[in-house]
């Protein structure tokens, strides 16, 4: 089960975080999320040359996103990443992407990256793949 896991219960929702925004940060972001997608779109419908820019493109536009919303100017890491007590430890859960749906907290897996021995959801948090029943041997003993 996921016990210990770096993962918050709570999802990083984007739009919520949108509306806080001022207007010039939305018109930076919105832009190169445009720049980026229309790159991705290049790289997978187009032959070479114009995929191999499209790639390139994508990049550069996902690395100037990533600046413009996590660099000086950009979000507070509270919006993404809050801060817990478990005893004697201080640990940062992070909340991910509200896109990704269901993730389990064991591993990481979700609905569209599940293991790679296939699982499925045993509770809200946690795949059947991570959540191993007790097993008894022959003796009694658990293993």
Request: hydrophobic share 50%; aromatic share 4%; net charge negative.
């Given at each position: 089960m996921a016990d210990a896991t770096n993962i918050s219960s709570v999802p990083f929702d984007g739009a919520e975080v949108w509306a806080t925004l001022?207007?010039?940060?939305?018109?930076?972001?919105?832009?190169?999320?445009?720049?980026?997608?229309?790159?991705?779109?290049?790289?997978?419908?187009?032959?070479?040359?114009?995929?191999?820019?499209?790639?390139?493109?994508?990049?550069?536009?996902?690395?100037?996103?990533?600046?413009?919303?996590?660099?000086?100017?950009?979000?507070?890491?509270?919006?993404?990443?809050?801060?817990?007590?478990?005893?004697?430890?201080?640990?940062e859960l992070f909340r991910l992407p509200s896109v990704l749906g269901q993730a389990c907290h064991a591993c990481g897996c979700s609905e569209r990256d599940p293991c790679d021995e296939g699982c499925g959801w045993h509770d809200a948090v946690t795949c059947t793949a991570c959540a191993v029943p007790v097993q008894a041997n022959l003796s009694g003993d658990t293993l």
């Open positions: 001022t207007p010039s940060m939305q018109a930076r972001v919105g832009a190169l999320a445009l720049e980026a997608a229309v790159g991705r779109a290049v790289a997978e419908h187009a032959f070479d040359p114009a995929s191999r820019a499209g790639m390139e493109a994508e990049r550069n536009a996902l690395d100037a996103l990533q600046e413009a919303v996590l660099g000086m100017d950009g979000l507070s890491d509270k919006a993404w990443v809050e801060t817990a007590n478990w005893g004697a430890s201080v640990v």
